[in-house]
């Protein structure tokens, strides 16, 4: 009983002892929201409820952002707010969070499970413990494309490996770059991978993750050979192992200078004027104007017919620090933007990141695409899509097969290692990982 007395005192639903639910300043830290005004944008309609509690919001680079947040719940003067991500961030971070299930439950009642997507709600559980309140779900597994450049060239999206080759080919004679990928950050490799594998055979990608099938499977080793070709061929841009997704990958493909890129969902509020009018100033390049991006399917690589297979987790969520001082003011702000219509509302219309909260959709009445005639229905037909995704994305992974994730297809690119090899010191990692 003196068990459960303290640790009902820890959850945060304590207001003697974690402050006001209603005033005073929070600290939020996080790697997103990447564009500053879109935070500002939440936590200016938050205000709007909740006048008297002030939100800090510190952008921590991704590349930075475990090493500056392990320091920070380390020591007394962390941030009250944090992001959270399924997989490595969740089993790090974690054990810092209080548990937020008795804060959903109040939210939105007793089967407040029911009510958020699944998907988001395993992702961000950690023994039992709920670490953050899933603020909403991303998915990955296709491309995006310059509709424009496509249209200049006469060129259609790759459906197959030799239709992407011969697109980069034409691409590459009229001086305009094809695809581009930050393959120095293990994420995007990672999604690079996974949408391979699914080509080779769906679903085993996920069943290594699970462990019930090996890094060195045959679809592995096939899939590393794959990637390998990617570079030879020339689809992956010269110079693409030293460089970051973020900002370097995306700025190039923003301001028209590559024609595709592999990014996820949350690249949807690209596709609207107002996001990419701000990206491309945040580029600081001169005379860049807006243009129509399209998601198109990963194309099938393997040739054996596999149609694309999608992917995700809970985007980010939001965990409350159990060392902060201002526990209940922290609860409030993760309780408005994760399970509340207004909150999610908000979410949804930026388009970056799609809403957990089952029942919220974009409000498209007040969303302006670059081109609607063109991009509403690849738009519409990509958010519908995602809806029966069941994949996981990055949930299963703990950070050392992730990094030995990157280690392979690094070495595989680089020329370091054949494929075979490269999977078997991947096995052999993530046999060491499970055994620790």
């Known amino acids: ?108 009642g007793s089967d407040w499970k029911s009510k958020i997507a699944p998907i988001a709600i395993s992702g961000m559980t950690l023994k039992g413990k709920l670490t953050a309140l899933p603020v909403g779900s991303t998915y990955a597994g296709m491309l995006w494309i310059n509709s424009q450049l496509f249209d200049k060239y006469n060129l259609k999206p ?10 980069c080919q034409v691409f590459k004679q009229n001086g305009v770059g094809c695809f581009v990928q930050g393959a120095a950050q293990e994420g995007f490799d990672q999604d690079t991978l996974q949408s391979i594998s699914n080509s080779v055979e769906p679903g085993l990608w996920t069943k290594a993750s699970q462990g019930k099938a090996k890094w060195n499977d045959p679809t592995i080793v096939k899939t590393l050979s794959i990637w390998k070709d990617l570079f030879d061929s020339g689809i992956m841009q010269s110079g693409a192992l030293g460089a970051q997704q973020y900002p370097d990958a995306n700025n190039q493909f923003l301001t028209g200078k590559y024609a595709m890129i592999m990014m996820g969902t949350w690249y949807t509020q690209y596709a609207t004027e107002k996001a990419m009018t701000e990206a491309i100033s945040a580029a600081g390049v001169a005379g860049a104007k807006t243009f129509p991006i399209l998601p198109v399917a990963f194309p099938d690589v393997a040739s054996k017919g596999h149609t694309s297979e999608m992917y995700g987790d809970a985007d980010y969520g939001l965990a409350v620090a159990s ?34 909260l089952k029942g919220i959709k974009p409000d498209f ?42 280690a392979a297809a690094q070495s595989v690119a680089g020329g370091s290692a054949s494929p075979q090899q490269a999977a078997n010191t991947l096995e052999q990692a993530a046999e060491a990982a499970a055994n620790q």
């Open 323 to 356: 060392k902060s001082k201002n526990r209940a003011a922290a609860e409030t702000f993760a309780k408005w933007i994760a399970t509340t219509k207004q909150g999610q509302q908000v979410i949804a219309n930026r388009l970056d990141t799609l809403p957990t």
């Open 365 to 406: 009445t007040q969303i302006k695409f670059v081109d609607p005639s063109l991009q509403s229905t690849p738009v519409n037909d990509l958010l519908k899509k995602v809806g029966s995704v069941n994949e996981p994305r990055e949930a299963l992974l703990s950070a050392d097969v992730q990094n030995a994730i990157l």
């Open 1 to 108: 009983m003196t068990a459960l007395g303290l640790a009902a005192c820890s959850s945060g639903s304590n207001q003697a002892s974690s402050g006001s639910a209603t005033k005073g300043t929070i600290n939020w830290w996080g790697w997103t929201p990447t564009n500053s005004q879109e935070a500002k944008d939440f936590i200016a309609e938050f205000n709007k409820k909740y006048p008297d509690i002030k939100v800090n919001f510190k952008l921590i680079d991704i590349t930075s952002y475990d090493a500056t947040i392990r320091a920070a719940l380390a020591s007394s003067g962390g941030p009250d707010l944090f992001d959270l991500q399924p997989g490595a961030r969740v089993q790090q971070f974690g054990p810092y969070a209080e548990d937020m299930a008795p804060v959903a439950k109040a939210a939105l």
């Open 158 to 167: 790759p459906t197959t490996l030799d239709e992407w080759k011969k697109d």
